[in-house]
């Protein structure tokens, strides 16, 4: 077989890229996800010098104890892994089910890897590169571009990278804020779930993660990809601009944030006298921590305190068929050529 030929017929490998997750709701568990993921300088961009005592000697301590609670309440004892672990790997299953069919079993290997935790990112390259694949796309689960997701994903790329002598031909995907099959999925799934209530919540809130100010004004688009994510649902939805309100959630550390923050936005929503609204967090590929517990918990809390009696969440698009479509449309957009 010719080189070519054989190019061809290699394997072709596609790794889905989450944030991460601890391997078990446990205060040992959590204080190493935060160790490593408070690490990142993508996260936190202090002197390690400084950084590095402060966080193991003192905040992922005190914290892991805490998050650990939160985690303990959200997880998913029947797999004994956390929900979004679960979900990533039935992604990269049916996803890889989907290429089977249309190309042959084996033409196209997906796997899901964690920027933080396991399966490492690096751990899932060594083991498609020993599979034979010599063809990749890397693809961080990231809607909407950001220096602490999307950037992230493509350090730990770059550091892998630097550690091997045979590298295969990499493409990584690109941020799909706009995509117009992205915006009618999401749209789908926002009508899919009012649908099955006898009122629909007349108000719409779309939370998405907070981000500090200063990565912003230093020319992170996040936030413009935000709102151009945002604008095109409510067009979608053709919702009405007065009763649908952008906000951002998970702030932490004393730095300025966007905002309007998610909890303040539902409070003043219920303390005006609305009693019913709907929330979607489109920047969330798969249902995780920041959405089962801070939105369902957290969240909804704060509106029924304030006055608030009907808290509808819109489930993010997991391993939905619809979002298999999409990320399958994405994929294939950029194999182009070598399929």
Known sequence: MSDEAQAVADPIGVVLVHVGTPDAPTPSAVRRYLVEFLSDPRIVDLPAVVWQPLLRLVIAP????????????????????????????????????????????????????????????????????????????????????????????LDELARWKRGRTLLPAIRTLPPWYDDPAYIEVLAASVRKELSALEAPP?????????????????????????????????????WPQARFHLAFQSRFGPARWLGPSTEETVRELAAGGIRALALVAPGFTADCLETLEELDRQV????????????????????????????????????????
């Open 202 to 238: 007349p108000h719409l809130v779309v939370s998405f993660h907070g981000l500090p100010l200063a990565r912003i004004a230093a020319g992170d688009p996040y936030e413009d990809h935000c709102r151009a994510s945002a604008e095109a649902l409510r067009c979608a939805l053709d």
């Open 300 to 339: 909804a809390k704060v509106f029924h305190e304030a006055g608030g009696r009907q808290f509808v969440r819109v489930p993010c698009l997991n391993d939905s068929p619809g979002h298999l479509d999409l990320l399958a449309h994405l994929v294939l957009r950029e194999l182009g050529g070598w399929l």
């Open 62 to 153: 005190i914290r892991a104890r805490r998050v650990a609670d939160l985690y303990r309440e959200i997880w998913d004892t029947d797999h004994d892994e956390s929900p979004l672990r679960r979900i990533a790997r039935v992604q990269a299953r049916e996803l890889e089910a989907r290429f089977d069919t249309l190309f042959g079993h084996g033409r196209v290997v997906v796997r899901h890897a964690m920027r933080y935790g396991r399966p490492g990112l690096a751990t899932v390259l060594d083991e498609l590169m020993a599979a034979g694949v010599r063809r990749l796309l890397v693809a961080p689960l990231y809607p909407q571009y950001s220096t602490a997701t999307t950037a992230s994903v």
